[in-house]
């Protein structure tokens, strides 16, 4: 047994983050608590959060862009508060009660964000999905063509032929799976230390400049893999948006320099 948490169920869910492969975030299904577990040269050690509130920690959605930043959402037993979803920046350790502008939902059963946009996010809630462009101050109703019932799980889907064709589907319970578009520019993602597969997506992006700058379309979005230095070419024909996720990144051309900040949080 790698690690023991007492008073942990045993049907607990574990969340990573792709920024962050040290940690993991295990969700109590019994107790509004969260466990922060990190590994060491010494083994794994882990502390307790908890929410002190009613009910359980739902899910758990690890940004892929901004380092350290974590959103939690809350099941309630009964009633709707003011504690249902909650944000960490620094990877789990303190966490921010982010409900106050959230509508009268007793349960955010699911949470996901737009690539390269965090300010842009998605919750799945006892009573449909529901969208923020304001990083989580402010929500509205995001439910033309999907249903107004209990959504258990959210997923926000990439058009990987870059045509900028995004959907967003939602999985409910006892209605089955509901997909909605969302338009976008299409992404091309580029981290100079992958290897293996290439084809321009998070899983497995281009690892030079010049591949990524190739397979974008004109209008697309470069996502560059934060805290390293990229190397553009001394002209660009199309118009393109360069994103950061991870950290920072260094941009140079001939003898001009750059900096572009990686995603805020």
């Known amino acids: 047994?790698?690690?023991?948490l007492p008073d942990f169920p045993s049907d607990d869910k574990c969340f990573g983050s792709p920024l962050?492969?040290?940690?993991?975030?295990?969700?109590?299904?019994?107790?509004?608590?969260l466990a922060r577990c990190r590994t060491t040269q010494s083994g794994w050690n882990y502390s307790l959060f908890d929410f002190l509130d009613e009910g359980s920690v739902a899910t758990v959605y690890a940004s892929p862009d901004v380092s350290?930043?974590?959103?939690?959402?809350?099941?309630?037993?009964?009633?709707?508060?003011?504690?249902?979803?909650w944000r960490s920046t620094d990877d789990g350790v303190g966490?921010?009660?982010?409900?106050?502008?959230?509508?009268?939902?007793?349960?955010?059963?699911?949470i996901t964000a737009r690539p390269l946009n965090p300010n842009e996010l998605?919750?799945?809630?006892?009573?449909?999905?529901f969208q923020s462009l304001d990083g989580g101050r402010s929500w509205i109703p995001f439910q033309d063509g999907m249903p107004i019932v209990m959504c258990t799980d959210l997923r926000y889907v990439v058009d990987t032929s870059r045509n900028g064709q995004d959907?967003?589907?939602?999985?409910?319970?006892?209605r089955g799976l509901y997909e909605r578009l969302v338009?976008?520019?299409?992404?091309?993602?580029?981290?100079?230390?992958?290897?293996?597969?290439?084809?321009?997506?998070?899983?497995?992006?281009?690892?030079?400049y010049d591949d990524g700058l190739t397979a974008v379309p004109s209008g697309g979005t470069f996502g560059l893999r934060g805290n390293q230095t990229y190397t553009m070419p001394s002209s660009i024909d199309?118009?393109?948006?360069?994103?950061?996720?991870?950290?920072?990144?260094?941009?140079?051309?001939?003898?001009?320099?750059m900096s572009r900040r990686g995603l805020a949080k």
Request: proline share 5%; glycine share 10%.
């Open 68 to 85: 350290g930043e974590f959103w939690a959402g809350l099941s309630r037993k009964s009633g709707a508060d003011t504690s249902r979803l």
């Open 183 to 208: 338009p976008t520019n299409p992404i091309v993602y580029v981290d100079q230390n992958a290897a293996g597969y290439e084809d321009g997506t998070y899983e497995h992006p281009f690892n030079t």
């Open 122 to 129: 998605y919750i799945g809630t006892d009573i449909g999905v």
């Open 1 to 4: 047994m790698l690690l023991d």
């Open 95 to 110: 966490w921010t009660n982010y409900s106050s502008s959230l509508p009268f939902v007793r349960n955010v059963l699911a």
């Open 20 to 33: 962050n492969p040290q940690l993991i975030l295990i969700t109590n299904s019994s107790r509004p608590e």
């Open 238 to 257: 199309a118009r393109q948006t360069i994103g950061a996720y991870g950290g920072r990144v260094r941009l140079t051309r001939a003898s001009t320099t």
């Open 167 to 174: 959907y967003l589907v939602a999985a409910t319970y006892g």
